[in-house]
C-alpha cells in the first residue's frame, strides 16, 4: 500500500482522521458541489459526484445538506464562487508532494501552505515539478478477513482492476479510474464489503524516510490536512508501518 494510503488508514483506526464532525462535513459538500458544477447533478451520469455521495453518505450526512451542495453545484442554489487548484512541493527528504484544494480565496490558501511547509521541513515548489510522479488510480481498501486472496484476485481482475496489492490486514486494489466503478459493483455483487473506496492519486516512485524525517514528514502531513481549504494531500514517502503507528499514537 502506498505511503500516504497507509498513513490515512492508520489514522482513520486510531480515530484521528478529521475528528471533527463539521470538517468532514465542509470537505465532503465542497468535493459534492465542485462534482455537481463539473459534470452535472445527476450522479447516475456523472461518477465523481455518484463516488462523492457515497462518501458523503457513509460519513452520515443528512440527505438535505447533499442536496443543497448538489443544488449549488448546478447553480439552482445561490453559493460562493469556489475554485480547485493543486499545490506541489518537497517534503523533507525530498518526499514529492502534491496538495489538491477547494478555496474561495486563492491567496489565504497559498500563504497557509506556505507556512505549513516552512514550519516542517518542506518547501512549496514551482508548478509541474513533482505532479508527474503522480497518476489518477481509484483505491478500494478490503479487509482481509472478508475473503481469501484469490477470490479476491479473481473478483478484481475479472472486473478490470489493474493490479492488488496484499499486506497484513488489507486487499489494495488498484484501478484506472474508467474501471474504478465496475471493480465496485462487482465486489458488491458477490457481497464483500469494502473499507474504503475513492479515487486518489498514486506515486510512480517512492522516498524512504525514517527518524527524525520520518516524524517531520508525518506532522508536516498532520498540518496540510488540517486547513480547511484542503481536500487531499498526496505524497510518495515509504514509512514504515510500526513508525507510522507510533508517531499517529
Known amino acids: 500500500m502506498s505511503g500516504h494510503s497507509k498513513w490515512s488508514t492508520i489514522k482513520r483506526k486510531k480515530g484521528k482522521a478529521d475528528a471533527a464532525r463539521g470538517k468532514v462535513f465542509s470537505k465532503l459538500i465542497k468535493e459534492i458541489t465542485i462534482s455537481a458544477r463539473e459534470g452535472g447533478g445527476d450522479p ?6 455518484r463516488t462523492a ?3 458523503a ?3 452520515n450526512m443528512p440527505a438535505q445538506n447533499i442536496d443543497k451542495a448538489i443544488k449549488r453545484g448546478t447553480g439552482e442554489l445561490p453559493g460562493v464562487s469556489i475554485e480547485e487548484i493543486s499545490y506541489e512541493g518537497y517534503g523533507p527528504g525530498g518526499v514529492a508532494m502534491l496538495v489538491d484544494c477547494v478555496t474561495d480565496n486563492r491567496n489565504r490558501t497559498t500563504a497557509d501552505l506556505r507556512r505549513a511547509f516552512s514550519k516542517h521541513g518542506g518547501n512549496m515548489g514551482s508548478a509541474g515539478c ?9 483505491v478500494i481498501l478490503v479487509d482481509r478477513s472478508r475473503a481469501d486472496e484469490d477470490t479476491i484476485l479473481s473478483i478484481a481482475l475479472d472486473a478490470g482492476a489493474e493490479d492488488v496489492r496484499t499486506d497484513q ?7 484506472e479510474l474508467s474501471s474504478f466503478e465496475g471493480v465496485k459493483k462487482a465486489l458488491e455483487s458477490k457481497g464483500i464489503g469494502y ?4 479515487r486518489t492519486k498514486v506515486p510512480q516512485t517512492t522516498v524512504k524516510l525514517s ?3 520520518a516524524e517531520q514528514m508525518l506532522k508536516l502531513m498532520e498540518s496540510i490536512e488540517e ?5 487531499d494531500v498526496y505524497a510518495n514517502f515509504d514509512i514504515p508501518e510500526e513508525v507510522m503507528v507510533s508517531l499517529a499514537g
Open 130 to 138: 513533482v505532479a508527474w510522479i503522480f497518476s489518477p488510480k481509484g
Open 53 to 55: 455521495i457515497a462518501t
Open 211 to 213: 527518524g527524525k524525517q
Open 227 to 231: 486547513l480547511d481549504d484542503v481536500q
Open 57 to 59: 453518505k457513509a460519513a
Open 195 to 198: 473499507s474504503s473506496a475513492e
Open 169 to 175: 490486514n488489507t486487499y489494495e486494489i488498484l484501478t
Open 44 to 49: 447516475e451520469a456523472n461518477s465523481r459526484l
